[in-house]
């Protein structure tokens, strides 16, 4: 709030722009608050599948461990066969997050998206715990850096973005089956799948990083 007003007495923003940040504020203020529930759950079952992918990394040997890897994550793939192609794995990551993203939406507009979405979210859990577990295991101390360095940035956009995604899902579903009128399902699904979209912009960000960033630090735990 203190930074906003500094910014309107430098002039940087009109008394308009102030207003519309304000509101902004407000209703991401007000969704967290509403939804805090749904965000509690994800984030429960999130953590649950990083201990679950972290256990399966450590318990598997070497070669199963490899054999896993290169089903479950396009990166590990491309580096367990020593190829690391950015654009393959850019186009991988988006065609990968972007049909995540499409099973959340479709079950955000059914009432067992109540029960499959958790799992979706715990799946990525499990997906991310066994990366950075099978990294360090294998890469020892490279494969932490590796992990801190190179994979962290695209984190922080693509779970955040994920996490508001299949909340907003998680709350429609609800609503969805609390309300049968065809006026207001008609609305809600426009208004859900608008709510979808502009967070799931957010996750290219994070594919572009994946593949355009992380390239300059795979030879790293490669030596």
């Known amino acids: 709030m203190f930074s906003t007003f500094a910014y309107y007495v430098l002039g940087l923003y009109t008394k308009g722009e102030i207003n519309m940040l304000f509101k902004v504020k407000s209703l991401?203020?007000?969704?967290?608050?509403?939804?805090?529930?749904?965000?509690?759950?994800?984030?429960?079952?999130?953590?649950?599948?990083?201990?679950?992918?972290?256990?399966?990394?450590?318990?598997?040997?070497?070669?199963?461990?490899?054999?896993?890897?290169?089903?479950?994550?396009?990166?590990?793939?491309?580096?367990?066969?020593?190829?690391?192609?950015?654009?393959?794995?850019?186009?991988?990551?988006?065609?990968?997050?972007?049909?995540?993203?499409?099973?959340?939406w479709i079950f955000g507009l059914m009432g067992i998206g109540l029960i499959i979405i958790p799992i979706i979210m715990c799946w990525n859990g499990i997906n991310i715990g066994f990366l950075v577990g099978f990294l360090v295991k294998n890469y020892g101390l490279k494969g932490f850096m590796f992990s801190l360095m190179?994979?962290?940035?695209?984190?922080?956009?693509?779970?955040?973005?994920?996490?508001?995604?299949?909340?907003?899902?998680?709350?429609?579903?609800?609503?969805?089956?609390?309300?049968?009128?065809?006026?207001?399902?008609?609305?809600?699904?426009?208004?859900?799948?608008?709510?979808v979209l502009v967070f799931s912009l957010l996750i290219v960000l994070g594919c572009i990083i994946e593949g355009f960033y992380t390239q300059y630090f795979v030879k790293f735990i490669m030596i």
């Open 28 to 104: 991401f203020k007000r969704h967290f608050q509403d939804n805090f529930i749904f965000y509690s759950l994800l984030a429960i079952t999130f953590v649950l599948g990083i201990l679950i992918g972290s256990i399966i990394a450590n318990r598997l040997d070497k070669t199963k461990s490899i054999e896993l890897a290169n089903y479950m994550n396009v990166f590990l793939k491309h580096i367990n066969h020593g190829k690391y192609s950015f654009k393959d794995v850019f186009l991988s990551s988006l065609f990968i997050n972007y049909k995540v993203i499409f099973l959340i």
């Open 150 to 195: 190179a994979l962290l940035p695209q984190y922080l956009i693509i779970l955040p973005s994920l996490l508001i995604v299949t909340a907003i899902a998680l709350s429609n579903s609800v609503n969805m089956k609390k309300n049968k009128k065809r006026r207001y399902l008609n609305k809600n699904i426009a208004d859900y799948s608008m709510s």
